[in-house]
């Protein structure tokens, strides 16, 4: 059901492109793949060469295929003049937090008590993302 309300979301003459898969081993063929958790070097190799991964997962997973390339983080910077935030994101610059945890930030100052920890709600996007903007965070 979730995988069905994302691959909606694409323009209907690339609907047929977005795959879902529940084996790594069906990917075989798929030189593009959204990583939405931690995946092994292991189930790595069932990528084809050339593949590229396209990284939704904190931490990020291991870069150790030297033939595929690999996707950046989502981040988002914090305003300059924010104050009281203590954060520590070892794969980021300083001010700069994973936008699963800039999505935490905003949730407080909204006083929402939806999140996106796990499976989202792909209809609370657009509104999360304007409440960031309007909050000061800048994607990076």
Same mark, same amino acid.
């Not at 979730?2 to 690339?14: G, S, Y």
């Not at 937090?97 to 996106?116: D, F, K, N, R, Y």
């Given at each position: 059901? #979730?995988?069905?309300?994302?691959?909606?979301?694409?323009?209907?003459?690339?609907?047929?492109?977005?795959?879902?898969?529940?084996?790594?081993? /069906?990917?075989?063929?798929?030189?593009?793949?959204?990583?939405?958790?931690?995946?092994? $070097?292991?189930?790595?190799?069932?990528?084809? $060469?050339?593949?590229?991964?396209?990284?939704?997962?904190? $931490?990020?997973?291991?870069?150790? #295929?030297?033939?595929?390339?690999?996707?950046? %983080?989502?981040?988002?910077? *914090?305003?300059?003049?924010?104050?009281?935030?203590?954060?520590?994101?070892?794969?980021?610059?300083?001010?700069?937090?994973? /936008?699963?945890? /800039?999505?935490?930030?905003?949730?407080? %100052?909204?006083?929402?008590?939806?999140?996106?920890?796990?499976?989202?709600?792909?209809?609370?996007?657009?509104?999360?993302?304007?409440? /960031? *903007?309007?909050?000061? %965070? #800048? $994607?990076?």
């Amino acid at each position: 059901e #979730r995988f069905l309300k994302i691959q909606k979301e694409a323009p209907v003459d690339c609907q047929k492109y977005l795959v879902q898969v529940t084996k790594y081993q /069906a990917a075989a063929n798929c030189k593009t793949w959204i990583v939405g958790k931690w995946i092994t $070097p292991s189930e790595q190799n069932c990528a084809p $060469p050339g593949t590229h991964f396209h990284q939704f997962v904190v $931490p990020p997973i291991f870069q150790f #295929r030297k033939d595929c390339t690999y996707g950046d %983080l989502a981040a988002m910077r *914090l305003p300059e003049d924010v104050q009281g935030v203590g954060n520590c994101e070892y794969t980021m610059d300083r001010g700069v937090i994973h /936008a699963c945890h /800039a999505g935490g930030v905003v949730h407080s %100052l909204e006083g929402w008590t939806h999140h996106e920890v796990g499976a989202i709600d792909v209809d609370r996007i657009d509104i999360v993302w304007e409440a /960031a *903007l309007k909050h000061g %965070l #800048r $994607p990076v």
